[in-house]
């Protein structure tokens, strides 16, 4: 079920919000109300992600169960630190296994194939198999990457006794399935959510805050992500040798916009929808397009995963306090996962390499350089071409037609007007809008606004901002428009 779809806007959401505040109406004892919230939104959690299939959803409950036992087991059971560590190389193993077979199954069918019968016509960076071992290609659970890590971090934090068992099977099953960030983040660690499953004050200020951040997210999402989506796949629809110039081009700019506001505007609705709930989500995304070298952009892009990445992969490695090659080991470990956590697919461990070795670069020598360099805008420029070529990789369906789009990009000997074709006046206004609002008006003006923000007129403003964001984008549902959410896939 989609964030921006009529089903959830119009049935699923309010019938959930109802339900909320009839609980809030009718249980006058604190700590009962809230079990019983538990109870309604944990099962709302499970038919929100059983709508996509009863096959996905029992998966689902598996990793819940495995990863509660696991947490049981080491916070109560095992008396000594080796019988915790077994224990949770246990619960890592499944975790990894189940993720595995899940995601990456089919991508090690196409290796073995290619590598079984080199001349049947696969290609292993192509991704297309022989057929060798006919083989059934195995249906990817949506999110499973996000509540499989969020999951293990909780087992996680309680070998290292940073977070306390939770003995409440249901309390837990919340933690995992709660709708609102279950299927594309952001990853909540448990010690970040503890305390909000058993005593959160619902305020109607942080309704009224949830309502506007969603409404915002889901104009982000329908209006901007989905147009320039559309200007994308068409693009890229041309085939290998046609991407050529200034069409290359507007495809690497509008994917790199529509990956933002597609991924962005998702986690907006997420943390809105925990508001209006009475949960508090830490932000995922920090103006990334604004940043002046590849350290800086991951410390403001997908916030919550490169979090999850330094805590529990960087820091256990050594992070930066074994010496400079070390580090730099590291840091090329790190971002290799990354890029496999992404998906199965080299084009994900090339986009994974590529942002390590620029990182590797930084910390070498390219660092000193942009921090000594006066005229910040080219650091920018810099930052943004690396970073839409690295999404050139993402988009791609294989290694073959990333370099021949990358080609295309220098190529402006064929026809150069191709690109007037994908223009269209509505293109051209998100376009403005987008990379407008992706970081420099924000910037800007965000120090007046919270001076000014309580103002009448402001608050008017601001009202009028969000009926207009959530009727325009309800007509362009209405309407049909391209939906899927990127980070679905993951």
Same mark, same amino acid.
């Given at each position: 079920?989609?964030?921006?779809?009529?089903?959830?806007?119009?049935?699923?959401?309010?019938?959930?919000?109802?339900?909320?505040?009839?609980?809030?109406?009718?249980?006058?004892?604190?700590?009962?109300?809230?079990?019983?919230?538990?109870?309604?939104?944990?099962?709302?959690?499970?038919?929100?992600?059983?709508?996509?299939?009863?096959?996905?959803?029992?998966?689902?409950?598996?990793?819940?169960?495995?990863?509660?036992?696991?947490?049981?087991?080491?916070?109560?059971?095992?008396?000594?630190?080796?019988?915790?560590?077994?224990?949770?190389?246990?619960?890592?193993?499944?975790?990894?296994?189940?993720?595995?077979?899940?995601?990456?199954?089919?991508?090690?069918?196409?290796?073995?194939?290619?590598?079984?019968?080199?001349?049947?016509?696969?290609?292993?960076?192509?991704?297309?198999?022989?057929?060798?071992?006919?083989?059934?290609?195995?249906?990817?659970?949506?999110?499973?990457?996000?509540?499989?890590?969020?999951?293990?971090?909780?087992?996680?934090?309680?070998?290292?006794?940073?977070?306390?068992?939770?003995?409440?099977?249901?309390?837990?099953?919340?933690?995992?399935?709660?709708?609102?960030?279950?299927?594309?983040?952001?990853?909540?660690?448990?010690?970040?959510?503890?305390?909000?499953?058993?005593?959160?004050?619902?305020?109607?200020?942080?309704?009224?805050?949830?309502?506007?951040?969603?409404?915002?997210?889901?104009?982000?999402?329908?209006?901007?992500?989905?147009?320039?989506?559309?200007?994308?796949?068409?693009?890229?629809?041309?085939?290998?040798?046609?991407?050529?110039?200034?069409?290359?081009?507007?495809?690497?700019?509008?994917?790199?916009?529509?990956?933002?506001? &597609? /991924? $962005? *505007?998702?986690?907006?609705?997420? #943390?809105?929808?925990?508001? !209006?709930?009475?949960?508090?989500?830490?932000?995922?995304?920090?103006?990334?397009?604004?940043?002046?070298?590849?350290?800086?952009?991951?410390?403001?892009?997908?916030?919550?995963?490169?979090?999850?990445?330094?805590?529990?992969?960087?820091?256990?490695?050594?992070?930066?306090?074994?010496?400079?090659?070390?580090?730099?080991?590291?840091?090329?470990?790190?971002?290799?996962?990354?890029?496999?956590?992404?998906?199965?697919?080299?084009?994900?461990?090339?986009?994974?390499?590529?942002?390590?070795?620029?990182?590797?670069?930084?910390?070498?020598?390219?660092?000193?350089?942009?921090?000594?360099?006066?005229?910040?805008?080219?650091?920018?420029?810099?930052?943004?071409?690396?970073?839409?070529?690295?999404?050139?990789?993402?988009?791609?369906?294989?290694?073959?037609?990333?370099?021949?789009?990358?080609?295309?990009?220098? &190529? /402006? $000997? *064929?026809?150069?007007?191709?690109? #007037?074709?994908?223009?269209? !006046?509505?293109?051209?206004?998100?376009?403005?809008?987008?990379?407008?609002?992706?970081?420099?008006?924000?910037?800007?003006?965000?120090?007046?606004?919270?001076?000014?923000?309580?103002?009448?007129?402001?608050?008017?403003?601001?009202?009028?901002?969000?009926?207009?964001?959530?009727?325009?984008?309800?007509?362009?549902?209405?309407?049909?428009?391209?939906?899927?959410?990127?980070?679905?896939?993951?």
């Amino acid at each position: 079920m989609l964030f921006s779809s009529m089903l959830f806007l119009w049935v699923f959401l309010p019938a959930v919000l109802v339900g909320n505040a009839l609980i809030t109406a009718f249980v006058h004892k604190r700590s009962k109300r809230i079990r019983i919230k538990n109870g309604f939104l944990l099962g709302a959690s499970l038919v929100f992600y059983a709508w996509g299939g009863i096959y996905y959803l029992l998966i689902m409950l598996g990793s819940i169960a495995v990863n509660y036992l696991g947490g049981l087991v080491i916070g109560k059971r095992c008396r000594t630190k080796r019988d915790k560590k077994k224990a949770l190389i246990l619960v890592v193993i499944i975790n990894l296994a189940v993720l595995f077979i899940f995601k990456y199954f089919n991508m090690m069918v196409i290796v073995l194939e290619n590598i079984m019968d080199p001349t049947g016509g696969g290609s292993i960076l192509g991704m297309q198999g022989t057929g060798a071992l006919s083989l059934p290609e195995i249906a990817l659970p949506i999110g499973i990457s996000f509540f499989t890590f969020q999951a293990m971090s909780y087992v996680i934090d309680v070998y290292r006794e940073e977070t306390p068992v939770q003995e409440n099977l249901f309390s837990f099953a919340l933690y995992v399935s709660f709708f609102p960030q279950l299927i594309a983040g952001p990853i909540v660690r448990y010690h970040e959510i503890a305390d909000q499953l058993t005593h959160r004050r619902e305020k109607l200020v942080m309704r009224a805050y949830g309502i506007k951040r969603f409404c915002f997210g889901l104009a982000k999402k329908v209006l901007l992500a989905n147009t320039f989506a559309l200007a994308a796949d068409k693009i890229w629809a041309l085939g290998e040798g046609k991407i050529t110039g200034w069409a290359a081009w507007l495809g690497m700019i509008c994917y790199t916009l529509q990956i933002y506001y &597609d /991924f $962005s *505007g998702y986690s907006d609705m997420a #943390i809105g929808l925990g508001r !209006m709930l009475g949960f508090k989500f830490a932000e995922n995304f920090d103006y990334p397009y604004t940043a002046g070298s590849i350290r800086e952009f991951w410390r403001r892009w997908h916030i919550s995963l490169s979090g999850w990445f330094r805590e529990y992969v960087y820091i256990p490695l050594g992070g930066n306090r074994k010496g400079q090659a070390r580090t730099l080991v590291n840091l090329f470990i790190v971002f290799l996962l990354t890029g496999i956590w992404h998906g199965a697919n080299f084009t994900f461990i090339f986009w994974g390499l590529f942002h390590g070795i620029l990182l590797v670069a930084e910390r070498l020598f390219l660092g000193r350089i942009l921090e000594k360099n006066r005229h910040k805008w080219i650091n920018h420029i810099y930052t943004m071409f690396a970073v839409m070529l690295a999404w050139v990789f993402f988009r791609s369906d294989n290694i073959y037609q990333a370099g021949t789009f990358i080609r295309g990009l220098f &190529d /402006f $000997s *064929g026809n150069n007007f191709q690109v #007037i074709s994908f223009l269209s !006046m509505k293109l051209i206004l998100c376009l403005v809008i987008g990379i407008l609002l992706c970081g420099p008006i924000q910037r800007k003006f965000s120090a007046w606004y919270l001076e000014n923000k309580k103002m009448a007129w402001v608050l008017n403003a601001d009202l009028v901002l969000q009926i207009a964001c959530f009727a325009l984008s309800v007509l362009s549902l209405v309407g049909g428009t391209y939906n899927p959410f990127i980070y679905f896939q993951f």
